[in-house]
């Protein structure tokens, strides 16, 4: 029943998603407010339906029901509570339907929110949005059916499908659950519940402004409009796309026991080009806000995010390149790829349509070179070069080099770490001097004034670093460059909350908040940017001087690693876990100028049941801000008292990546919140939202 | 709503130059096509499997005691192809199958060739002789081979016909029942043109 | 007696020297030094297994990827430099096995490809905004001027706009 419900509720929101969308442009020819109505009715009731059929697969997993093929797929008898909820998202089908309905959640969200603020805009909004819901539905219900079981036809042949026919026999509840195939022990992290439903919701996050956008192009309302409405969104899909990816990193470094967060891999980079353009088309709206400038420029950069979004998932889904993430591959490489062209092609076709008939005019010039402006087109020209390199290394050259010159490449961290970081270097030399230039224009001088302090405080930052480990000048340099980025932001909100204790003589925490409220977005951002320097610091530091050694040790032996010592005490081997699992445990002691800092337990786990990788390492790590001492057993090795290997990292700095981003969530809630409204002396200002629009 | 007040600047300005509007879509037209082109060609590359009929790739195999093979040079003889690796398990289940198949076929117009995926000449010639194998072997040098017919694991098996077509394919280890009844079949048809 | 000593010093000496010889020989048997983890993993991190997925060879738990550190172990114990075992196993097994392309040709697509790319992006801003600028100064000297005395015209050349923009949308 569970399965013919889901499906049965997945159907009709495809149904009522194409309806919603047909419905909606055939209202704004006739001009019909009832149309309108029914359509926006259909496209809120998708979110309802797809809770149903989410619900559905949802109860099928916690109360076992292995004859849905899905269910039988990602878990089996011994998967603990947690897992079977995160199976949901575990594999292909249900992280697709996962996907359709986080898609409906927003659409939801937008309809419910903006309506009364853009009306003009909402009947294209929904049919975008409802266009793109029914596209991803369409890939659920044809292609990877989650809700599909499996089913004896009386030849003894087994045949998978939603409804019985011909004859069709469930299979014995017991020979299914006995041979169920349980989750990859991969995935059996902390980070399983938080990583993929954060990365979705940053991909379809951005279907808000995207739709906007479209629906600007399809109205004609080429105002701002557009971007004032959607700006909490883009900030909401942007926070969760970047903690999506921090919290990968965090998984990676957690359980793939190679000592680091970022492994440049096809599928990673596939989740961060999106992040890319999405960085750079915040920022650029700013400037159209503000000056009405780059307004092509903000509709290209913001079709390009999207089509970066839908090629990730059709890079991904489809297995076209090899990775340590990839699904299994299945039938629906080609249905994403002509959905990814259509939509590329359809609002290009759209956008340069607009352009050519003069509708998308810049309101003013560019000025000075060091103009604010100036600096963000630059931010922009440098995010669009990262893009490019980092596309080009995941896809376009292993494609292009298997496709026309017949060899299969590899391109791995050190092609990336080739390429980028200039290109990230640029960016905080650009985070650095953006904030202190004014709009229109700015002179060399008066920005090197505004430095002073800045730097000063950021000298101080590299003398620390400096003092906690031997550095190279040139790396101490670029330290040096990424505080400045960080020290810039501190230094501003300090001044001006100084200058709200000097003149309005309030408190110092009370003219801090009192400067944050009046100006939300800046001072997020602010905060943003000073999160960025400390994950930038840790970032650099973890890459640069990690240290690394394997030894093989016996109980009572040590191995030295950078001033520590680690001395392997003991070993509890054959421990079963309430899953099932058997662990065997190393218990080793980490030493500093002969004091002991800390006892650690790393061990291996052994699942029992699992097909093909069925042994996991799970490194343990003594953590200070000043380094992670990270000790991991090597699995393949024998493991017992006698003789244990391990592989034990230093990484300098690394907590600030966590802590700093930490610091981004923080920033970036700030940012969102609305600014406090200056009241309107004006009687009769009773309703002023729906004329004025939604007050960014 | 536009926004108020309007500049100078604007209200002297023309439309935007057609030229630049016009190179910008040629440009935008260009790449877009041109990503649709390789990454449509790329899935499909990557969607391919192993051959199963038409001609077989060819190849030249240099065999681990010093030999050169060419497979067009083998015409007019069935060849079994074998793909295996010294680290991979189900490759060691089927070894003495193969090695006894071969003893039947060998001077029946047929002919094995072992082809060695990312192996060392160490492992190779350990695992060649814990299993006593007497047909040619040899490394897949650069993994040119194994690229040509597309495997996806170890061990795999495609039989060629007299005339050069890939008769059959088997993605499983073999039995020697099986594989005999696929020679015999790869025989008969020799004598059809 | 001064004599038999001087030869049989000689003598020993020359049994020691061909000795010497032959013992090296055997030396030669058997050159292997030992070799660290360490030493292999600072090998095997820029080296890729086709049968691992985009994971370094230091990382991989699978059976070919052992043997093929093991490998690595041997050629560095045997003297090779860790350039001279990265070539030999892309030499072997051919260039996805390093994580940017031996081969120059390949080498120049991955690496130089981005940067023309982005050379492109840069001349094409560039070239924008240097129309911008021109355009600018043509408005910039009629702007004081112009102001004050147009107002009024300004007004209703906006007027017109307004109408003729309205009309093309009916």
Redesign the interface.
Known sequence: MLAELGFIATFLAFVAALYAAGIALYSVRRRDERLLLSARNAALATLPLLSVSLGALLIALLTEQYQIAYVWNVTDPNTPTFYRVTALWGAQAGSLLFWSGIMSAFAFGTIALNWQAQRRLMPYVIVYTMLILASFLALSLFFENPFERYWIMPDNSVAKSVFAFGGAVPPAAARLAETANGLNPLLRHFGMIVHPPLLYMGFVGFLIPFAFAMAALAS?DL???WIRATRRWTLLAWLSLSLGLVLGGRWAYDV???GGWW?W??VENAAFLPWLLGTAFLHSVMIQEKR?MLKVWNMFLILGTFSAVIFGTFATR???V???H?FA?SAI??PL?FFW?SI??IS?GML?WR??R?EL?D?????GLLSRESLF?LNN?VF??LF??VF??S???P?????F?G?????????FL??TPPLFLALFILMGIAPLSAWSATTLVRLGRALIVPALLAALVVALLALMQPTEPLVLLIYGVIALSGTVALWETVRGAAARHKTLGEQWHTALMALVARNRRRYGGYLIHLSIAVLGIGALGSELYQQ?????LAVGQSLKLGGYVMRYDGFLGGQIADDGRIMDIAQVTVLRDGREIAQLRPRRDFYPNAEGMN?MTIPAAHSTLENDFYVLLV??EPISAGSA?FKVFINPLINLIWWGSLLLVFGTLIGMYPDERVALAAAGAAQPSRLA?VKA | MTELPMTHDVLTERAPAKRSVNFITVLAALILASMALIFGLGLRHQQQTQPTEGMAPLFTLQTLDGQEIALEALRGQVVVINFWASWCGPCRDEAAELEAAWQQYKDKDVIFLGIAYTDTERNAQAYLKEFGITYPNGLDYKTKISAQYRITGVPETFIVDRQGHISEFVMTPLKRVQLSAMIERALAKGTQP | MNRLLKIGVMLLCLAIALSAVTLSAFAQDDPRRPVTDDEVNAVSKKLYCPVCENITLDTCGTLACAQWREEVRILLSEGKTPEQVIENFVMRFGDRVVGTPADPTLRALALITPWLLSALVLLATGAVFLRWRKERPAAAPSAPEAKAATSVRTFAEYRARIEADLAARR
């Open positions: 004609g105002s701002t409009n793939l026991g190679w492994g891999d096809p009405g489809s297995g076209l090899d990775s340590v990839s591959r490489g080609f790829f062209f590329s092609a290009l340069l352009w050519r003069g005019r309101e003013r010039r560019l000025h087109v020209i669009v070069m490019i390199a080009w290394g896809f376009g050259a494609i292009f080099s298997e496709l010159m060899t299969t490449i590899t391109l791995g961290k050190d092609y080739q390429v690394e050694t394997q030894r093989t042994t699995d393949w290997t629009g």
